[in-house]
């Protein structure tokens, strides 16, 4: 058997040996401590890591409740005062419905004032004259025309309101649709877990999205909503209050100034009736005049006629003894008085056609003033039956006012003092 040939290579000595498997186990054992090392400290951090990775996050879901609730809070708190401007909406309306139907109904008034005016125009003669009656009518219909000026003011001013309150609306219902869809997105985030099929990582999730707000402007955003809401039915509320006060103080100047004219009325006519009654008792009278005055010339006529008939008997008597012979033509005692006797016929009759022509011109001047009553009594009924007409016309008036004719709807509300559980009278 050959022996085998002998390797090449280096040798190392026993020491060398010694040595190198020292060094392999130095350099295991500091092997394993680094690993060691690493090892508990990756137990650590693993631990830290996960007990600061689930504080994190129940952290933000913490967060994440408490703005839900702070969120959902102020969209509670917004709603209530968006319904609170509903109702003031409604009651305004209402009232702004009632000062309209209170306007309209001055229309009525208006035209009674003009029809009474236009039927005393009516008035002939004398009997058309400018009365107290002319100058309370005259008023009511000034008092009417600003009553419809105020109430229209009032109306203006309503509907203005109306939109300021409805713009108000619309600023808390997007504030709170802003809120509500605030809402959706937090609790669809506090509703994610890790376990969530829809998490996925995001490209630069850390970044500010434009036109972020802080939490202050946030606040003070919903805040100067609701203030500009509460302002807002403040300002609505007082109106109400002075729209209601208004028509009530309306309402009695236009009450008074109609009692008033309708005393003016009745004043009127009682004078009329006076004078109508004491022209009538002068036509009677007058008439009983004249028919005893034309008894009287007929009177004076028939004696007249009787002195004539005297008369011409002396005459007769006078110039038939003119004819009496020689001395038989004497101024006796019968001449004397023949002519004695026609001298006072004479005077008679010409005092009884004096008185005559006096009567007969009396009774003239008494039949034509006599027409004159009567035309004048024309006329005082006439004035008479249009002031009947026009108390009957202002009848209307004293049966309803604006302030009826209606139902009434019971509104709650809050006045702009504070007191509460008051009742807006709506039409």
């Not at 000062?99 to 005393?120: D, F, K, S, Y």
């Not at 009511?140 to 609306?169: G, N, P, S, T, W």
């Not at 994610?192 to 990582?201: D, E, F, R």
């Not at 020689?326 to 023949?338: K, N, S, T, W």
Request: net charge negative; with cysteine.
């Amino acid at each position: 058997m050959s022996a085998l040939p002998a390797k090449p290579g280096l040798h190392h000595s026993v020491s060398e040996w010694n040595s190198n498997n020292h060094q392999l186990s130095a350099t295991a054992q500091h092997e394993r401590h680094v690993s060691h090392v690493i090892r508990q400290e990756g137990r650590s951090l693993r631990d830290e890591t996960n007990c600061m990775t689930n504080w994190d996050e129940s952290d933000t879901s913490a967060r994440l409740s408490d703005r839900v609730w702070d969120v959902s809070r102020w969209k509670e708190a917004l709603e209530t005062c968006a319904q609170k401007v509903d109702e003031e909406m409604e009651a305004l309306t209402l009232s702004k419905e009632r000062t309209e139907q209170a306007l309209a109904a001055t229309a009525v008034p208006q035209e009674v004032g003009r029809e009474c005016l236009t039927l005393r125009d009516g008035r002939r003669g004398y009997e058309l004259v400018t009365d107290p009656v002319d100058q309370q009518l005259k008023k009511e219909k000034e008092l009417i025309e600003r009553v419809q000026h105020v109430l229209q003011q009032h109306v203006d001013k309503a509907f203005e309101q109306l939109c300021v309150l409805q713009e108000a609306r619309h600023q808390l219902t997007a504030d709170i649709q802003n809120k509500m869809d605030a809402l959706d997105i937090d609790m669809s985030c506090l509703s994610l877990t890790i376990k969530s099929p829809q998490i996925s990582l995001k490209t630069n999730p850390t970044r500010i999205p434009s036109g972020s707000s802080t939490p202050q402007e946030w606040v003070q955003f919903s805040q100067y909503n609701m203030t500009r809401a509460q302002e807002a039915m403040q300002v609505s509320q007082q109106m109400r209050e002075d729209m209601s006060l208004t028509i009530a103080q309306l309402q009695n100047e236009l009450d008074t100034q109609r009692r008033a004219t309708e005393f003016a009325l009745r004043k009127r006519n009682h004078h009329e009736e006076q004078a109508r009654d004491e022209l009538e008792w002068q036509i009677r009278r007058t008439e009983d005049e004249m028919a005893e005055m034309e008894s009287d010339i007929h009177g004076l006529d028939a004696d007249l006629q009787a002195k004539m008939a005297f008369l011409k008997l002396a005459h007769t008597r006078l110039e038939n003894r003119t004819s009496r012979p020689g001395m038989d033509l004497c101024r006796d005692e019968v001449q004397h008085g023949l002519i004695n006797e026609v001298h006072q016929l004479e005077a008679t009759t010409t005092a009884l056609k004096q008185k005559l022509s006096e009567a007969q011109h009396s009774l003239q001047k008494m039949k034509l003033h006599h027409g004159h009553m009567l035309q004048d009594l024309s006329r005082k009924q006439e004035a008479l039956s249009l002031e009947q007409r026009s108390m009957n016309t202002r009848i209307c008036l004293t049966s309803t006012s604006f302030t009826e004719k209606t139902q009434v709807l019971l509104v709650p509300l809050t006045n702009s003092s504070g007191r509460s559980n008051l009742q807006l009278l709506a039409q």
